[in-house]
């Protein structure tokens, strides 16, 4: 993957330019779990703030899991060359010397195994060609960067009460939290919030002071939260809210938590680099809530739970006329099917052909953490048995080929 120059088209380009120094690669995995229901929870059954699907995953936007795989450095001249993960959602981020984002990626873009793909820059135009010849490049001479990691590691998404709560509590516990004398301006004790599954100080950090619902979405208000993500989705709706965000207007680079937590300036506060960083972080990827792990410790809906009964889903009567109810596909958490795109359509003609079993049949979680938080995946077929159907040049050309099919169901 690569630009010429990633600063074409765009506004403020000059002072972006100045700025950077890095450019953030970040996934999002597709979307396979669900509740079956818009609920937040098995314990939250509300629909609100803003249930298209269950179980939600930020309060800021409707989200799937995301990942940071790490960063790529620009060159001086805004070019950058990278190898890329194939068959992968991506989007980008350029950084500044502390890693905050000064400029977001809204949409995704991919590529197939061995695939070279240019784009022209964080842009608002798209129909331009590059300015200058690739041989010219800083970052395009030689082989293309490796990403570099985060120290957390590209597979593990984040979540508040899991990771960020806890810098909080080191950090800034003293005087928000307990007898501190801060508590009563900002209380940072992790508590239930009014947004259903969504705890305080969540809820105040990305919304704000005394924020509400307008419908089923997060109330428009002059005032938001000092993490400073972008809400995507409040209500009510402004023809300017689909438009490009401006660069250097929101996120890490303008947070107040993140200049709190990390310029020292608050009371001598100054949180520790590798915290500032998760923090920083968090924040550039709109403040998720929930992240993988939640969702796999999610147990698969259960039919016979009272959510259920009243529900045409999951179907058990044939007599339902409802195209949602009578769906073949039974919602799913923990076993939650991977999406992967490399494959021969014919290895999974059913999608419950996609789903990892154990010796005995049963379906088993693709994706399992152990207690260290180690992510462990569990690839299926496994690889062993995924042998291509490729003739040897030694064959000849009507030499019978063994069916990979009967071997990926074996």
């Known amino acids: 993957m690569y630009s010429a120059d990633i600063f074409q088209n765009v506004p403020l380009a000059e002072e972006l330019r100045q700025k ?11 979307t396979t779990f669900t509740l079956g229901k818009k609920i937040q929870d098995a314990d939250n059954p509300s629909c609100q703030p803003h249930m298209h699907a269950g179980p939600p995953m930020s309060l800021t936007v409707n989200d799937g899991i995301k990942r940071v795989l790490g960063t790529v450095p620009i060159g001086p001249d805004g070019s950058v060359s990278f190898e890329a993960p194939p068959n992968t959602a991506l989007h980008f981020q350029i950084l ?10 809204r949409s995704f873009t991919n590529l197939m195994p061995g695939e070279v793909r240019g784009c022209v820059g964080c842009h608002e135009q798209h129909s331009r060609t590059p300015a200058v010849a690739l041989g010219t490049l800083a970052a395009y001479a030689g082989s293309p960067a490796q990403i570099t990691p ?6 593990r998404s984040l979540a508040y009460e899991r990771d ?14 307990g007898e501190g004398e801060g508590r009563e301006k900002l209380d940072l004790t992790l508590r239930p919030g009014g947004f259903g599954v969504f705890s305080e100080p969540y809820v105040t950090l990305t919304l704000g002071q005394g924020a509400g619902l307008h419908g089923s979405f997060p109330a428009r208000r002059t005032e938001r939260g000092i993490a400073g993500a972008i809400i995507a ?4 709706w402004r023809p300017e809210d689909y438009t490009t965000v401006p660069p250097l207007s929101t996120l890490s680079y303008r947070s107040q938590l993140v200049e709190i937590a990390g310029s020292g300036k608050h009371h001598d506060v100054k949180m520790d680099p590798q915290d500032l960083l998760k923090l920083i972080v968090w924040v550039d990827t709109l403040a998720p809530y929930r992240g993988e792990r939640e969702v796999r410790e999610m147990a698969d809906p259960d ?14 009567d044939i007599t339902v006329e409802c195209v949602y109810g009578q769906s073949p596909y039974r919602p799913r958490m923990r076993t939650a099917p991977l999406v992967n795109r490399s494959y021969r359509q014919d290895e999974f003609p059913t999608m419950e052909s996609r789903l ?3 010796a005995q049949g049963n379906i088993v979680p693709p994706v399992e953490f ?31 080929l063994p069916d990979s099919r009967s071997q990926a169901r074996d």
């Open 303 to 316: 039919p016979a739970h009272p959510l259920f009964q009243k529900s045409d889903y999951p179907p058990s």
């Open 370 to 400: 152990l207690p260290d938080g180690r992510r462990i995946e569990r690839p299926w077929p496994p690889q062993v048995l995924r042998s291509a159907a490729i003739r040897l040049p030694s064959q000849s050309p009507n030499a019978e």
């Open 356 to 358: 990892p079993r154990d």
């Open 150 to 155: 985060y120290p957390w590691g590209p597979e």
């Open 164 to 177: 960020i709560q806890p810098l909080l509590d080191r950090s800034c516990g003293a005087c928000h939290q």
């Open 96 to 105: 500044d010397d502390q890693h905050r984002a000064l400029h977001t990626m």
């Open 20 to 30: 950077a120094r890095y450019l953030r690669i970040l996934n999002l995995d597709n």
């Open 233 to 236: 989705q409040q209500a009510p």
